[in-house]
């Protein structure tokens, strides 16, 4: 079980993302410098990059198990990704992310930024999607999207799946997938799911990469805390 999110930070950014981290995971933030985690804790590791080298690494996986590690650095969110893993040592099994310093964050709550439930009317896949009912709603989550180079969807868990929220979202973005018609940045972007539950977190993240590959997602990372 994952026990916080610990940071090692140098102009900021980085504490900026650990402490969104936690208010989405609801787990503890602090820095490496300042940790009283127990040692052997399983953690979520951000540091800033120079060089490749991601720092406080290598003593935070000396000290803790590092479930999945981030990278913040200067190039886009997605980068460096192999050089990365390669300069820390990160093994495989363990998820590696990069996300760029500086960048802007967008932030929506649902149902409250996506209210309207998709009735199947078609105007969106016939090209007329500011006929939508919901379409007011969708057009600033369309564009923080294509504005963005990570998605990071934290869903909760209700009776072992995604709640409907997140799926009436999802049906509004069908005139997207691939065989529709596609927007091709999404190809350069990455996505990450994060859920905690008692239980049924696999299935709670199924849902929604089965939209995230059709949107054309080049890679996306489901990260599941059990509480």
Same mark, same amino acid.
């Given at each position: 079980?994952?026990? =916080? ?12 993302? $650990? ?5 989405? %995971?609801?787990? &503890? ?8 985690? &127990? @040692? /052997? ?17 290598? !003593? ?10 981030? #990278?913040?650095?200067?190039? =886009? ?8 893993? @390669? ?6 099994? +363990?998820?590696?992310? %990069?996300?760029?310093? #500086? ?9 409250? /930024? ?5 009735? #199947? ?17 969708? !057009? ?16 909760? +868990?209700?009776?072992?799946? %995604?709640?409907?929220?997140? @799926? %009436?979202?999802? /049906? ?18 990455? $996505?990450?799911?994060? +859920?905690?539950?008692? #239980? ?8 929604? &990469? ?7 997602? =080049?890679?996306?990372?489901?990260? +599941?805390? $059990?509480?």
């Amino acid at each position: 079980m994952i026990k =916080a999110i610990i940071y090692t930070s140098n102009t900021g950014t980085t504490v900026q993302y $650990a402490k969104l981290l936690g208010e989405k %995971t609801g787990l &503890p933030v602090c820095s490496l410098s300042e940790s009283s985690v &127990p @040692k /052997d804790s399983e953690i979520i590791y951000l540091g800033w990059v120079m060089a490749s080298s991601i720092k406080g690494y290598k !003593k935070a996986a000396r000290q803790y198990r590092v479930r999945a590690v981030c #990278g913040v650095c200067m190039r =886009a969110a997605g980068s460096q990704l192999a050089e990365v893993r @390669k300069q820390n040592a990160v093994p495989v099994c +363990t998820p590696v992310f %990069t996300m760029q310093g #500086g960048g802007q964050l967008f932030e929506f709550y649902l149902p409250w /930024d996506m209210p309207h439930v998709c009735i #199947g009317c078609y105007a969106c896949i016939n090209g007329n999607e500011e006929n939508c009912g919901g379409y007011d709603a969708l !057009k600033p989550i369309i564009s923080a999207m294509e504005q963005s180079e990570l998605i990071i969807f934290c869903p909760p +868990t209700h009776v072992f799946h %995604t709640p409907g929220q997140i @799926k %009436t979202l999802l /049906d509004h973005f069908g005139y997207r997938w691939l065989v529709h018609r596609p927007d091709l940045s999404f190809l350069k972007k990455q $996505a990450v799911i994060i +859920t905690t539950a008692g #239980g049924g977190m696999k299935s709670t993240v199924r849902d929604i &990469p089965d939209s995230l590959n059709y949107w054309g997602v =080049a890679r996306t990372h489901c990260i +599941t805390q $059990a509480v």
